[in-house]
């Protein structure tokens, strides 16, 4: 009976904190009355068991058992309290429940109400007195105590039945207004928007006339600005056309003057012409002294070439590495030059002690000296620049039109390498010759077209290893395939040799070049090797093609450009045992000093001027061939380490060095046409 009787105010209480219409309530609420008949006769039900459990007990357990609910009453109001004022979110959608619950709180509880009379407010007391005791034997009083607690639950049931049905009343009346505040608040949203849409629309009628009155503001201030310029150039063209008018007066008197000197100057035109003439003429004259200038200034320089030698041989000696053992003192001596310290370096004496030769006495022999002479010496403080100095007017020649070739020879970690390609990084102060050489290259070539010579350059970068010619240019599929390259003539009876299959680049700016030497140290042959871990175990040649043509005089000339990084030179040890890895090394060992004895042997046969020269006994030498004749200039850098453990092999690069130094060969021609 007690959940009949709070179902209408949980009704209310969930539907305000669920969010939804109080509308839907009404399906769960009872029918008026029901709840009443429905509470009495449910009290009967329980009575009845009641008395036959409790029969033969004393009067103080029955009232003991009956006071639970009595306390449940109690709490009725309690319940109907609380659902007055619940907290709300403050939303739109919720100002429905929002009104129910104002309407529930504000509403005046009935003074006719059971909860307030006396009667009822005293019934907890009168409860919670303890009756008292009846004997077992008297039936009929006991049946007066329960008759009397009847009377007491049906009077209680009535009261909550009122209660109940003024709670249904105040629940429909709260439904009712919240059903008109939620209609009204729909009309007031829609009179909202509109009112929000009429102002939107007044807002940009305003802005389109505010913007509408500033253009036609600024057009105002821009008429007025224009009418004052307009006044002002009218006043000033006035005041100029009187200036005019002055000066009109003035022209014509000088008009008048001038008419009479015309006559003069007439005379003086003619003159002056015969001048231009002459001017016209001595300029085609200074052209052809320029040109004749430029010529002799590349027979002169060819000339200073050839005193120098048309095969030249320079010694570097490179720097001691870190982590490797400083040599003793006086191992390597370089010797000044007749003008004393000033004067570049020319020789070298190198000191070998041999532990296996003494005296008499046993002690040790003194150090054999061997002294070499070349064209230059480079201690291991030389730079790059001051290499590249030497060989720049050398560089100069091929634009002149004579094929020039400039080797790197040495054991394996001499540094030739570093000679010819730089050091890794990027440094500017490291690059080595063949970036050098291109950069001067394009910059003489820039100077020269001031005078009408247009030149083109062609590069390609090719390796020999093993007697195979591989493509350090090639890309994709064709990387470090060597089998498809081929050493051929351009044509039938032409002397110019081309590789087959190998890509030659054109190029017209260091950056090409830098990609292109890139590309070839990713391609070109290493393997690890007793002196260095990273050993170069090929000869790269890097050939450019130039092509100079002057389209005024109809003259070319063309000229190929080598620069050749060999493979180290070691000798070999035959009582080392090899394994099936050291077999490779030998058999690459072998191909090595059998193109560069090749090499000596054409250097040797060139200067015996022998009829007949052994360029096809190595690839090498064949595909270099253009450029080790009679017409061509050959420069060597002979590296050597600074070590005293690579003393025997140092002695050997020198004294090839030396041999090749003392070779002549015939007068270098130019490739003009």
């Given at each position: 009976?007690?959940?009949?009787?709070r179902?209408?105010?949980?009704?209310?209480?969930g539907?305000?904190?669920?969010?939804?219409?109080?509308?839907?309530?009404?399906?769960?609420?009872?029918?008026?009355?029901?709840?009443?008949?429905?509470?009495?006769?449910?009290?009967?039900?329980?009575?009845?068991?009641?008395?036959?459990?409790?029969?033969?007990?004393?009067?103080?357990?029955?009232?003991?058992?009956?006071?639970?609910?009595?306390?449940?009453r109690?709490?009725?109001?309690?319940?109907?309290g609380?659902?007055?004022?619940?907290?709300?979110?403050?939303?739109?959608?919720?100002?429905?429940s929002?009104?129910?619950?104002?309407?529930?709180?504000?509403?005046?509880?009935?003074?006719?109400a059971?909860?307030?009379?006396?009667?009822?407010?005293a019934?907890?007391?009168?409860?919670?007195?303890?009756?008292?005791?009846?004997?077992?034997?008297?039936?009929?009083?006991?049946?007066?105590?329960?008759?009397?607690?009847?009377?007491?639950?049906r009077e209680?049931?009535?009261?909550?039945?009122?209660?109940?049905?003024?709670?249904?009343?105040?629940?429909?009346e709260?439904?009712?207004?919240?059903?008109?505040?939620g209609?009204?608040?729909?009309?007031?949203?829609?009179?909202?928007?509109?009112?929000?849409?009429?102002?939107?629309?007044?807002?940009?009628?305003?802005?389109?006339?505010?913007?509408?009155?500033?253009?036609?503001?600024?057009?105002?201030?821009?008429?007025?600005?224009?009418?004052?310029?307009?006044?002002?150039?009218?006043?000033?063209?006035q005041?100029?056309?009187?200036?005019?008018?002055?000066?009109?007066?003035?022209?014509?008197?000088?008009?008048?003057?001038s008419?009479?000197?015309?006559?003069?100057?007439?005379?003086?035109?003619?003159?002056?012409?015969?001048?231009a003439?002459?001017?016209?003429?001595?300029?085609?004259?200074?052209?052809?002294?320029?040109?004749?200038?430029?010529?002799?200034?590349?027979?002169?320089?060819?000339?200073?070439?050839?005193?120098?030698?048309?095969i030249r041989v320079?010694?570097?000696?490179?720097?001691?590495?870190?982590?490797?053992?400083?040599?003793?003192?006086?191992?390597?001596?370089f010797?000044?030059?007749?003008?004393?310290?000033?004067?570049?370096?020319?020789?070298?004496?190198?000191?070998?002690s041999?532990?296996?030769?003494?005296?008499?006495?046993?002690v040790p022999?003194?150090?054999?000296?061997?002294?070499?002479?070349?064209?230059?010496?480079?201690?291991?403080?030389?730079?790059?620049?001051?290499?590249?100095?030497?060989?720049?007017?050398?560089v100069?020649s091929?634009?002149?039109?004579?094929?020039?070739?400039?080797?790197?020879?040495?054991?394996?970690?001499?540094?030739?390498?570093?000679?010819?390609?730089?050091?890794?990084?990027?440094?500017?102060?490291l690059?080595?010759?063949?970036?050098?050489?291109?950069?001067?290259?394009f910059s003489?070539?820039?100077?020269?077209?001031?005078?009408?010579?247009?030149?083109?350059?062609?590069?390609?970068?090719?390796?020999?290893?093993?007697?195979?010619?591989?493509?350090?240019?090639?890309?994709?599929?064709?990387?470090?395939?060597?089998?498809?390259?081929?050493?051929?003539?351009?044509?039938?009876?032409?002397?110019?040799?081309?590789?087959?299959?190998?890509?030659?680049?054109?190029?017209?700016?260091?950056k090409?070049v830098?990609?292109?030497?890139?590309?070839?140290?990713?391609?070109?042959?290493?393997?690890?090797?007793?002196?260095?871990?990273?050993?170069?175990?090929?000869?790269?040649?890097?050939?450019?093609?130039?092509?100079?043509?002057h389209?005024?005089r109809?003259l070319?000339?063309?000229?190929?450009?080598?620069?050749?990084?060999?493979?180290g030179s070691?000798?070999?040890?035959?009582?080392?045992?090899?394994?099936?890895?050291?077999?490779?090394?030998?058999?690459e060992?072998?191909?090595?000093n059998?193109?560069?004895?090749?090499?000596?042997?054409v250097?040797?046969?060139?200067?015996?001027?022998?009829?007949?020269?052994?360029?096809?006994?190595?690839?090498?030498?064949?595909?270099?061939?253009?450029s080790?004749?009679?017409?061509?200039?050959m420069?060597?850098?002979?590296?050597?380490?600074?070590?005293?453990?690579?003393?025997?092999?140092?002695?050997?690069s020198?004294?090839?060095?030396?041999?090749?130094?003392?070779?002549?060969?015939?007068?270098?021609?130019?490739?003009?046409k």
């Open positions: 009976m007690e959940s009949q009787q179902s209408p105010l949980l009704a209310v209480k539907n305000i904190e669920l969010k939804r219409p109080l509308v839907k309530a009404h399906s769960r609420l009872p029918l008026p009355g029901r709840s009443f008949k429905r509470g009495r006769d449910q009290m009967e039900d329980v009575l009845e068991p009641e008395k036959k459990r409790t029969r033969g007990l004393g009067t103080a357990s029955k009232f003991a058992a009956s006071q639970p609910r009595a306390q449940v109690t709490t009725v109001p309690q319940a109907q609380q659902t007055a004022a619940p907290k709300l979110p403050k939303k739109t959608g919720l100002r429905c929002t009104a129910v619950a104002t309407v529930l709180k504000n509403q005046k509880p009935d003074p006719a059971p909860a307030q009379k006396p009667g009822t407010a019934s907890p007391k009168l409860e919670g007195k303890k009756p008292k005791k009846r004997p077992a034997w008297d039936l009929k009083g006991q049946l007066c105590d329960r008759n009397a607690e009847l009377k007491c639950y209680k049931a009535r009261t909550l039945d009122q209660e109940n049905q003024q709670l249904q009343d105040q629940l429909r709260a439904q009712q207004q919240a059903m008109d505040l209609a009204e608040r729909r009309t007031l949203e829609e009179e909202l928007s509109r009112v929000r849409a009429q102002a939107e629309q007044g807002q940009r009628e305003l802005g389109n006339l505010s913007a509408h009155v500033l253009d036609l503001e600024e057009r105002l201030s821009t008429q007025e600005n224009l009418v004052e310029e307009l006044q002002k150039e009218q006043l000033g063209l005041e100029e056309r009187r200036g005019l008018a002055t000066r009109l007066e003035e022209q014509e008197r000088r008009l008048q003057a008419e009479a000197a015309l006559s003069g100057s007439q005379a003086e035109v003619a003159s002056l012409r015969k001048e003439a002459a001017q016209v003429a001595l300029l085609a004259e200074r052209g052809e002294r320029l040109h004749w200038l430029e010529m002799e200034r590349r027979r002169l320089h060819n000339q200073l070439q050839e005193l120098k030698g048309n320079f010694c570097r000696v490179r720097p001691v590495l870190p982590g490797e053992p400083t040599p003793p003192p006086g191992f390597l001596l010797p000044s030059g007749p003008g004393g310290s000033s004067d570049p370096s020319t020789h070298l004496s190198l000191f070998r041999d532990e296996r030769r003494g005296t008499l006495s046993g022999a003194a150090p054999t000296r061997y002294d070499f002479s070349f064209d230059r010496v480079f201690p291991p403080g030389s730079g790059q620049d001051e290499v590249f100095e030497e060989i720049a007017m050398l100069q091929a634009l002149d039109g004579y094929p020039v070739c400039i080797f790197a020879y040495g054991q394996t970690g001499s540094g030739k390498t570093f000679t010819m390609e730089g050091g890794p990084g990027g440094d500017p102060q690059e080595g010759l063949i970036p050098r050489a291109l950069r001067h290259l003489v070539a820039q100077e020269l077209s001031s005078q009408g010579w247009t030149y083109s350059f062609v590069a390609s970068y090719v390796e020999i290893y093993n007697e195979t010619v591989r493509d350090l240019l090639a890309t994709g599929t064709r990387k470090g395939q060597g089998g498809d390259c081929e050493i051929r003539r351009v044509g039938p009876g032409s002397e110019e040799l081309t590789v087959t299959n190998a890509r030659y680049v054109p190029v017209s700016c260091e090409e830098e990609a292109l030497l890139h590309l070839a140290r990713q391609n070109r042959a290493v393997a690890r090797t007793a002196q260095n871990e990273r050993s170069s175990r090929s000869h790269s040649v890097f050939q450019l093609q130039i092509s100079g043509d389209a005024g109809g070319h000339c063309g000229a190929p450009l080598n620069l050749v990084d060999l493979a070691e000798r070999l040890d035959p009582g080392l045992a090899l394994g099936p890895g050291e077999r490779e090394r030998l058999r060992t072998q191909a090595i059998s193109s560069l004895s090749t090499l000596g042997l250097i040797m046969a060139l200067s015996n001027k022998e009829s007949h020269v052994p360029y096809r006994n190595s690839k090498l030498t064949y595909l270099l061939q253009n080790l004749g009679g017409s061509a200039k420069l060597m850098f002979v590296n050597i380490s600074p070590l005293e453990e690579n003393a025997s092999e140092s002695l050997n020198l004294r090839f060095a030396s041999k090749v130094n003392q070779c002549v060969i015939g007068t270098a021609q130019a490739n003009r």
